[in-house]
């Protein structure tokens, strides 16, 4: 967390399979960077916090009424936002190879434009982004060494990187995607990226309580 | 739903014991009638609802995380509205008896006042809602016939009123509260109450599709 006069930051944890991911993914380097926050990108895996939660599918598989209205409302924002959609064939979809690749960029300067053609893929082009070879053409249109990345990502510690960034989610008490992270202070949904970049703002100005969950529970 | 030219109006689902139903009924007649967008208020039981997906308590009982969350989350909203917060010493509380009078008093002048009476006990002074003796109170305080219409909503008719209404909320595809339909326009949870809002405003004037759930699923 920034600390008083510190240049305010959030910690952004998206999950490539998520429709609601897919939102804020599109939407926070323009907005950060307007706001003046740096976002620290942090790609996990939703299906152990799901599995953690004692969900064995995406929640809006498991409760039908859930999945209508959020495809519904999906549509509903991207026309707002001005965002192509085309419903996925497969959801969710395996996101674990972009997660990893993901990973072991998030502090490269190409973070922000890998996960958005990736979420594009997925949520825009109905492309399988499970696969290693759509994977390896996205990180081409980089002109990025996509073999070397991906072979990184499916090494040990690059499949370590990505477990471990999963089990930092859980402790920090996510429980969906998109969550932002403000000092001790956790925004979930899409519907707060812009709450969650003033309380940046604000709290490296240090006008809003360090700490405010503690007392609760 | 409000044909073209007709006057925008809204149909509003909210349950007593919902957290961030205590949101929108503390918000939506100011807003709704600065609009000009006329409001039937529908109170309704969350149980019924929760029991359907499987859930035999709130979600935000069984996922602690999400608890969590929630109560940090509406302490933050409630600071932004100005609005007062304690919370309520038991949650979900008992919401059969208000909804019960709620529902029979849902299209007369008191209906708001009510509600937001019954939602400052409870969210705001931790007084127990499931109580006739606090009923009766909060009625006696607009000089209504507390007991007639306790009695009232208490007979066979009172009660078939509720199952009713929430059954109709089953059938609207409600997995939630609040929530806010306009025509076949499904809005879940208190951050869409403003887009719901406009998007009465726009349907009376036509200039939205008068459906558009049917081609998802």
Redesign the interface.
């Known amino acids: 967390m920034a600390e008083d006069g510190a240049r305010p930051s959030i910690e952004f944890w998206y999950e490539f399979a998520s429709s609601y991911s897919y939102l804020s993914v599109m939407r926070i380097e323009g907005l950060a960077s307007a706001a003046g926050v740096d976002v620290a990108w942090r790609p996990f895996l939703l299906g152990p916090v799901f599995m953690s939660?004692g969900w064995n599918d995406s929640p809006f598989n498991i409760?039908p009424?859930?999945?209508?209205?959020m495809?519904?409302?999906l549509?509903?924002l991207c026309a707002r936002y001005g965002m192509r959609l085309q419903?996925p064939s497969e959801f969710p979809r395996n996101a674990l190879l972009a997660a990893r690749v993901a990973c072991q960029g998030q502090d490269q300067p190409w973070i922000g434009a890998f996960s958005r053609k990736v979420m594009a893929a997925n949520f825009a082009d109905d492309r399988d982004i499970g696969s290693a070879d759509v994977i390896a053409d996205l990180l081409d249109g980089f002109s990025l060494p996509a073999s070397d990345l991906i072979a990184a990502a499916q090494r040990p510690a690059g499949k370590e990187a990505l477990r471990h960034q999963t089990e930092r989610a859980c402790q920090l008490?996510?429980?969906g995607a998109p969550s932002f992270v403000v000092g001790g202070?956790?925004?979930?949904?899409n519907?707060?990226l812009e709450?969650a970049l003033e309380w940046a703002c604000e709290a490296a100005r240090g006008s809003v309580p360090r700490t405010?969950?503690s007392h609760?529970?």
């Open positions: 939660l409760y009424p859930k999945g209508r209205y495809w519904r409302d549509e509903r419903r008490g996510l429980f202070e956790l925004f979930w949904g519907d707060r709450d405010g969950t609760l529970e």
